[in-house]
């Protein structure tokens, strides 16, 4: 890599950021668009300041992760209209006007659009059904991404009401998750933290259920092959592994940032490549990174 003065500037902030699977990926990128460019992960607990200083310094595009996703919405100038229905945004660019010294920060949210992708390698969204397990920020994206690809939502959570509440937002429907037996649908979606390191043997359904669905998704990565998805398999399923979503949404922030076409491919064995690694190197921490 040549680093120079064209070099275009990139980055995630979040607190912390040391485990994000960001860097390897986008860098990957980068290199196979023939872009002079770094992603560079860097922690910060305080969103005003470093948006600032990002601003100063001349970035061009940067994601933004836990725990910064609402709160730096209000140091932005601009921020794009689903981003500001969902209440967060992942995704900043950075613009100059030609000849201007002011740069314009506008935020986006590509978390909704990265599950969508993932899922609509395997199903038709429009008119599907899909059960979606958890509450959360996570979830909060999904399921808004999948109501307005046109999908049928079933929210169950173990905080029943917060289920209810994300369902009401979303004018969709909640099941508590001991009615979970009576739910078919043709996607299941995990958001929740369930089954990721060191817990890798729990899960967040009854494996029983697992042939009501065709295809499972689930959001963690870290195992790759949760028990979540090993037994999904077994139960005959297609599935969709964690890094698929992460993919897809880091997809569309290369494309908001370059304007161009990102390497699917090269990025999907640059994610596979950096587990691995810090497999084999024994210290792998397990966040959900998205
Ligand atoms: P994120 O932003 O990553 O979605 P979050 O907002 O803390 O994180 O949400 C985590 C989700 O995982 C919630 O739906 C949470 O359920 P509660 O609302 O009941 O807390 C769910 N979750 C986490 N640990 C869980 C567990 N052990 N069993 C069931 N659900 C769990």
Redesign the pocket.
């Known amino acids: 890599m040549n680093i120079n003065g064209k070099t275009q500037l990139f980055g995630i902030i979040g607190h912390p950021v040391t485990h994000s699977l960001s860097p390897a990926m986008h860098n990957a990128a980068l290199m196979a668009m023939g872009i002079n460019g770094v992603y560079v992960p860097m922690d910060t607990t305080d969103p005003a300041t470093g948006v600032a200083g990002l601003r100063t310094l001349g970035f061009v595009g940067i994601s933004v992760t836990?725990p910064h996703k609402v709160a730096v919405m209000e140091h932005l100038d601009e921020i794009d209209p689903v981003a500001r229905k969902i209440g967060a945004v992942n995704t900043l660019l950075f613009r100059r006007k030609p000849g201007e010294e002011e740069v314009v920060v506008r935020g986006f949210n590509t978390d909704w659009l990265g599950s969508n992708l993932a899922l609509a390698d395997r199903i038709q969204l429009a008119g599907s059904r899909v059960l979606v397990?958890?509450?959360?920020?996570?979830?909060?994206g999904v399921c808004f991404g999948l109501v307005e690809a046109g999908a049928e939502v079933i929210i169950t959570?173990?905080?029943e009401e917060?289920?209810r509440g994300l369902a009401a937002w979303l004018g969709c429907d909640f099941i508590p998750s001991d009615q979970l037996g009576k739910v078919r649908a043709d996607a299941l979606v995990n958001?929740?933290?369930?089954g990721m390191e060191p817990n890798s043997a729990?899960i967040?359904v009854n494996p029983n259920l697992l042939d009501h669905f065709s295809v499972v998704m689930d959001i963690v990565y870290a195992p790759l092959q949760t028990r979540l998805l090993q037994e999904a398999e077994r139960a005959g399923c297609q599935t969709i592994d964690g890094l698929s979503m992460l993919l897809n949404q880091a997809a569309v922030q290369l494309k908001i940032w370059t304007g161009k076409r990102p390497p699917l491919d090269i990025m999907r064995r640059a994610l596979e490549d950096e587990l691995a690694r810090r497999k084999s190197g024994g210290n792998i921490s397990a966040p959900?990174d998205i």
């Open positions: 836990v397990l958890g509450a959360g920020g996570a979830a909060k959570n173990r905080t917060k289920g958001t929740t933290s369930v729990d967040a959900k």
